[in-house]
Structures are given as structure tokens and as C-alpha cells.
């Protein structure tokens, strides 16, 4: 399927048109059609990182009563810069070090140790850093 990506917009409103068919097909009583809806939005939400929407999704899914199936840690879908991230987190870096050395925003560094911490499933930086640093490659 060929698409224009205009900065996300695409994507964005594929977001929000499949949330808006997932609830109406809940007041429906769709609930398969509403979960097929729901899962793909969030799906791309979570690809695009659009934790707002993504919000919205999971509390339209929890509302209508959907169950999650349960997934197991994403550490194989960590970015190159989220291992980069958290190798030096590992190393024992705080976040202000990690932003000057890769020169990135401290706020930069934040939000791509919370993308991984929710990937592994880690309650803690130091947790996403281990699952991380224990799925590396021998080299």
C-alpha cells in the first residue's frame, strides 16, 4: 500500500480513526471488531511512540472490558540508541553524562530509557540496562 508520510500525520490519524472504530464498535457490541481496532492502533502508537494516544487506547480497551493477551518482554525491538543509552547507564553513567557524551537532550536520554524500560518490562534503569546488556551479541 503506498502512503505519504507527511511528520507522522499518517500514522496519527490512522491512530485515532482505528481508536474511534474500536469504540464505536464496542457501543456496537462488536467486541472482536473493537479488539482487531484497538490492537492495531495500538500497535502503531507504540512503533510511533505516541504515548498519549496510546493512553487513550489502553483505557478504551480496559473500558470496554477487552483482556490483553499478555506479552512477553520486547528486548529484541530495542533501538540501536536505546542499547547505546543503556550500555551507558550499565557503565553507571547518570543522564546528564549520557546526553553530553552522545549530545542529546537530558530529557532525550529520559524518554529513551522509559521507551526501554517499557519494552523489557523494568521497573528500574539499572533493570532495562541488565535485560539489555544480558541479550547483547558476544562480539
Known amino acids: 500500500m ?3 508520510r507527511w511528520g507522522g500525520v499518517w500514522e496519527a490519524r490512522t491512530v485515532r ?4 472504530a474500536g469504540l464505536a464498535l464496542t457501543k456496537l457490541g462488536d467486541i472482536a471488531g473493537a479488539r482487531a481496532s484497538l490492537l492495531e492502533a495500538e500497535k502503531i502508537a507504540e512503533e510511533c511512540h505516541y504515548e498519549p494516544l496510546l ?13 490483553r493477551p499478555s506479552r512477553a518482554p520486547a528486548v529484541g525491538r530495542i533501538t540501536a540508541r ?7 547507564v550499565a557503565a553507571g553513567s547518570p543522564t546528564k553524562e549520557i546526553a553530553a557524551e552522545l549530545q542529546i537532550a537530558p530529557s532525550t536520554v529520559e524518554t529513551l530509557i522509559r521507551n526501554a524500560m517499557r519494552k523489557t518490562g523494568a521497573a528500574t534503569r539499572l533493570e532495562a540496562a541488565a535485560a ?8
Open 2 to 4: 503506498a502512503r505519504v
Open 17 to 20: 480513526c482505528r481508536l474511534g
Open 55 to 67: 493512553r487513550r487506547i489502553r483505557k478504551a480497551a480496559r473500558e470496554a472490558g477487552l483482556s
Open 82 to 88: 536505546e542499547r547505546e543509552v543503556l550500555g551507558l
Open 132 to 139: 539489555v546488556v544480558s541479550e547483547a551479541p558476544a562480539d
